[in-house]
């Protein structure tokens, strides 16, 4: 009875109760944003929602209007280039993902799901489909997203969105909401340049070490 009906009812609720409880700071967010640079202050951006039907997915907008659309961050070449200084700290605090409380409140997303893919990240929804994570609406958080977040690889990010979806239910749902606030009040997996980027830094760190390790032998 959660799953197909009163999880949908505790989203409308939430979504409703937060739209109107955050509609001063969202504005405030609003403001600071088109001071701080050019461009509108919402960012759209085509992603992979139930049944893998598409929808726009809002956010507020932290990057240059010159970045290129539908890239994902970790295919950028040095992505903080791209990141404006209010969307820097709109990042950081996650505070950009405020505007998905509209998308959830019209039936796209979930508070609590895996997060949409992008239409083009076909790894990832390849990988989603043998757990069937493709078939639930996406989250605004979920439980890859406490697990790791930005320094997980596609196929470990898969797992755990199918762990999920074994697990779901309202207490689960609320052991990720809760789970969610810890982990942004210390910015755990939080690293720009998105998936699996913390294990590309730890691996040029090691590269590194190694040559100089090398260079010092040969002394």
Not at 2 to 27: A, C, E, N, Q, W
Not at 30 to 35: F, P
């Amino acid at each position: 009875m959660y799953k197909h009906f009163l999880k949908r009812v505790f989203d409308f609720l939430i979504s409703t109760f937060g739209i109107l409880f955050l509609s001063l700071p969202m504005l405030i967010i609003a403001l600071a944003i088109k001071i701080d640079s050019r461009g509108p202050v919402f960012f759209k951006q085509k992603r992979v929602g139930k049944g893998k039907k598409h929808f726009n997915i809002l956010k507020f907008r932290t990057m240059r209007i010159d970045t290129p659309h539908d890239a994902p961050t970790h295919e950028l070449s040095d992505p903080k280039r791209w990141i404006t200084k209010v969307g820097g700290f709109l990042r950081k605090t996650s505070l950009d993902e405020l505007p998905q409380l509209f998308n959830i409140w019209v039936g796209q997303m979930s508070i609590i799901g895996p997060r949409p893919a992008l239409w083009n990240q076909f790894d990832l929804i390849e990988e989603r489909d043998k757990y069937g994570a493709n078939d639930v609406r996406p989250g605004l958080t979920g439980w890859a997203q406490i697990n790791g977040r930005d320094e997980l690889e596609i196929d470990v990010k898969a797992k755990f969105d199918g762990e999920y979806i074994e697990k779901m239910g309202f207490f689960f749902d609320c052991k990720c909401f809760f789970g969610t606030i810890t982990s942004v009040l210390k910015h755990d997996g939080v690293v720009e340049g998105g998936t699996g980027e913390m294990k590309k830094q730890k691996q040029a760190v090691t590269n590194e070490n190694g040559e100089n390790e090398k260079k010092e032998a040969n002394q």
